[in-house]
C-alpha cells in the first residue's frame, strides 16, 4: 500500500520545502501543490543544478512522476508558461501525463496584479495578486482554469492541454495504492486562520488546506510532516519575538556584503543583529520570488509546538543546523513572558504577541564546519545535543536533519515517517 504524505512549512516559510519536496519525491508517485500562488518559492540543488519554482511542484524534474496543480491555488499564467518552457529548454518536456492543472484552481488577471501591488504594501504581500485573486473566488466572481483555457490567446493555448479536473487523478492514485507527495507553501505561520492575522498569506497552507485544496478527505492522509529551520526567519512585517537585529537595520543591509571577522567577533559577543546577519548569509535568506532580505531569529519552540498542535505532525524535519556552526552560544526561545505572565502557548491576539518577550535558554555551539557530514552519529556531540533539545520542546520527533542544499547532504532519522 502507498502513503500520502503531507508537508507543511512549520514557521514563516522559506523552511527549505523544495529541498524536502525534492528529496521525498524519488519514491512519490504524485507530487501535488495544493494552495497559494506565484508568491511561493521553492530552490531545488540538484549537482550543479539550480532550479527555482513559484507554481509548478517541485516534481517535475523527476521523470516519470504525476504532478498536480490542485484547486486551492491560484495561477498566474504567464508565470505557469514561464516555467513550463524554462523546464523545456532544460530538458524537461512536460505533457498532460507529467503535469495537469486543476479546472478549478482560479486564474490571477492583471487587474488583481494591479490592486495588489497599490493595497499589499501595508501587510507586507509580493504584490503578485494572490489576496485580490481569493477574493474574487470568496466573492464567487473569479475566473477559473476551465473558463480561462477557452480563450483564444496564447498563454490558453499553451495551457489547454494540461487542464483537468484533479480530484479524479488525485484520488485514483490514492486508491490504486500510489505514493502521493503533498508540497506544502508558505508556513503556518502565514495561515489566513491560525497565522499572525494580518501579516498572512489568503490561503491555508496547515495541513488542513491539503484536503480543500486537492479534494482529498483527511482519512486519507497517512503522515504530516513540517519543514522548520534550525534557526527563525520571516519576510516581510509582522511580529517577530525571537527576531536578531530589528527589522529595519535587515532593510538596510548591503545584500552584497560578505560576513567578516568583525561581524564574527560581534556576534560571538552578544550582538543580536550581528548574529542575526551571520545566519542570514550564512543561510542565503533572500526571497526565491521577491529577493527580500529575510529576518532572522532564534529558533522558537513557542512556534514549533504550535505548528505540531495545528497540523497534527507526525514528524518534522529540520534544515540548515549547518548555518549555526559560527556561532559559540545558541539560543532557544522555549516561552513568552506578556507583561507578568509566562506562557507556552501562542497568543491569537496580535497584539499580545507584539508584547512577548522570549524566554531562552542557551546551548553551546559546536563551532566547526558540518556541511560534510552525512551520518547523524558523525555530528559532534553538542550538535547532536541542540537537535535532541529540539525534538524535545516541539514534541515530535525529527524523521531528516539537513546540513546544507544538495540532496547528498540529508540525514534520515526515522525512515518509517517516509515512503
Known amino acids: 500500500m502507498g502513503k ?8 514563516w ?16 508517485d504524485v507530487v501535488a501543490r495544493a494552495t497559494g500562488g506565484n508568491n511561493a518559492g521553492h530552490t531545488v ?6 532550479f527555482k519554482f513559484h507554481l509548478l511542484p517541485s516534481g517535475t524534474i523527476h521523470k516519470g512522476k504525476l504532478n498536480i496543480c490542485g484547486n486551492g491555488m491560484v495561477i498566474y499564467p504567464p508565470q505557469m508558461v514561464q516555467e513550463i518552457n524554462m ?13 495537469a492543472i486543476s479546472s478549478s484552481a482560479h486564474v490571477i488577471t492583471e487587474d488583481q ?17 494572490i489576496g485580490p485573486c481569493y477574493m474574487a473566488k470568496i466573492e464567487r466572481t473569479g475566473l477559473r482554469m476551465h473558463d480561462f483555457v477557452k480563450q483564444d490567446t496564447p498563454e490558453a493555448k499553451r495551457l489547454r492541454p494540461f487542464v483537468k479536473d484533479t480530484v479524479y487523478l488525485i484520488n485514483s492514485a490514492i486508491n490504486a495504492g500510489k505514493n502521493v507527495l503533498v508540497e506544502g507553501a508558505q508556513g503556518t505561520m502565514l495561515d489566513i486562520d491560525h497565522g499572525t492575522y494580518p501579516f498572512v498569506t489568503s490561503s491555508n497552507p496547515t495541513a488542513g488546506g491539503a484536503c480543500t485544496g486537492l479534494g482529498i478527505g483527511p482519512t486519507k492522509i497517512d503522515n504530516v510532516i513540517a519543514i522548520m529551520k534550525a534557526y527563525t526567519t520571516r519576510v516581510g512585517r509582522g511580529p517577530f519575538p525571537t527576531e536578531l537585529g530589528t527589522e529595519d537595520q535587515t532593510a538596510d543591509e548591503d545584500k552584497d556584503s560578505n560576513i567578516t571577522p568583525e561581524d564574527l567577533r560581534k556576534a560571538n559577543s552578544g550582538d543580536e543583529y550581528r548574529a542575526g546577519k551571520v545566519l542570514r548569509k550564512r543561510g542565503a535568506e533572500y526571497g526565491t520570488t521577491t529577493g527580500r532580505a529575510r529576518r532572522t531569529g532564534w529558533y522558537d519552540a513557542v512556534v514549533a509546538k504550535y505548528s505540531a498542535t495545528v497540523n497534527g505532525l507526525s514528524s518534522i524535519v529540520v534544515t540548515k543546523l549547518d548555518c549555526l556552526s559560527d556561532l559559540k552560544n545558541i539560543k532557544i526561545c522555549t516561552a513568552y513572558k506578556i507583561d507578568k505572565l509566562v506562557t507556552k502557548e501562542y497568543p491569537a491576539d496580535l497584539k499580545l504577541l507584539e508584547q512577548a518577550k522570549p524566554v531562552y535558554e542557551t546551548m553551546d555551539g559546536w563551532c566547526c564546519d558540518i556541511s560534510g557530514v552525512t551520518r547523524f552519529a558523525d555530528l559532534p556531540p553538542k550538535a547532536k545535543k541542540y537537535i535532541k533539545r529540539l525534538e524535545e520542546l516541539t514534541g515530535v520527533p525529527i524523521s531528516i536533519l539537513s546540513v546544507g542544499p544538495d540532496r547528498k547532504s540529508t540525514m534520515v532519522l526515522k525512515p518509517k515517517e517516509l515512503f
Open 87 to 99: 523546464l523545456e529548454s532544460r530538458g524537461f518536456k512536460l505533457t498532460g501525463e507529467s503535469l
Open 4 to 11: 500520502v504524505i503531507v508537508i507543511v512549512g512549520g514557521q
Open 113 to 129: 496584479v494591479n490592486l495588489d501591488k497599490q493595497t499589499g504594501a501595508k501587510v507586507g504581500t509580493t504584490g503578485r495578486g
Open 45 to 50: 540543488v540538484v549537482g550543479k543544478e539550480t
Open 13 to 28: 516559510g522559506d523552511e527549505g520545502k523544495g529541498k524536502i519536496v525534492d528529496y521525498l519525491a524519488e519514491n512519490a
